[in-house]
């Protein structure tokens, strides 16, 4: 029995206003088409008119031609219309790309203190009363990923360390075992996240046994 596969063609992210997220994932599908190269070098074209040009180099051109109107599309798909009225050179997707990343990229000014200002939160950052594992991580995680985008460079290494020292004191047994346990060095979010859910599921059974030994005793108390 044979079992077909239907490909979905991923959808086109429109631009929202964060240029680093969008211009990431625009370019992790200009690349997946293989026509990434269009954007970041620009299209070749053969000096047909200043030197004869062989039938290979006619071929190249129309190749890359129809490669740049395909990116132009793609684009053009993703941009909306007042902001793609705001750019005058719309000839070659090059140009396009270029005049998005000038208009919404910032200054290195701006991002440097957007940087300091994200630091600063970094350090400050730490588990809440009442927080879950998951509501944690992904607060820590989206605050590293907006470093990055804004310039830092940051090992896991730091960032499991930081998550480490910002859990609760509940958690402090969980932190030794893991320490104990493991590389830190080596250690990836994704592995330290799988291993404080697990504990954080043991606590959430543990206190729903003693609430269920509590209740039962109580029982028995007041017959």
């Known amino acids: 029995m044979s079992i077909s596969y239907k490909f979905v063609q991923p959808s086109i992210t429109r631009f929202n206003g964060h240029y680093d997220y969008w211009s990431m994932i625009m370019k992790n599908f200009l690349r997946s088409k293989e026509m990434w190269s269009i954007v970041d070098e620009g299209m070749l074209v053969a000096a047909i008119g200043i030197a004869p ?14 490669k740049d109107l395909n990116v132009k599309n793609f684009l053009f798909h993703a941009i909306d219309r007042e902001i793609l009225e705001t750019i005058l050179d719309k000839g070659m997707s090059k140009a396009i790309w270029n005049s998005m990343k000038q208009k919404y990229q910032g200054s290195t000014k701006v991002k440097k203190a957007q940087l300091q200002a994200l630091r600063r939160e970094f350090e400050l950052l730490a588990m809440k009363e009442g927080d879950k594992v998951n509501n944690f991580m992904r607060r820590t995680l989206t605050l590293v990923n907006k470093m990055k985008s804004n310039g830092e ?21 969980v932190v030794c075992s893991i320490e104990e346990s493991n590389d830190l060095s080596t250690l990836s979010v994704d592995e330290l996240h799988g291993s404080l859910l697990v504990h954080e599921q043991r606590m959430k059974g543990y206190q729903e046994e003693e609430h269920v030994l509590k209740v039962a005793q109580e029982d028995r108390t007041s017959r």
């Open 53 to 66: 040009a062989s039938e290979t180099q006619r071929k190249l051109v129309e190749e890359g031609k129809l």
């Open 153 to 173: 460079t940051m090992e896991q290494c730091i960032v499991v360390s930081k998550i480490l020292r910002s859990l609760m004191a509940k958690f402090n047994y």
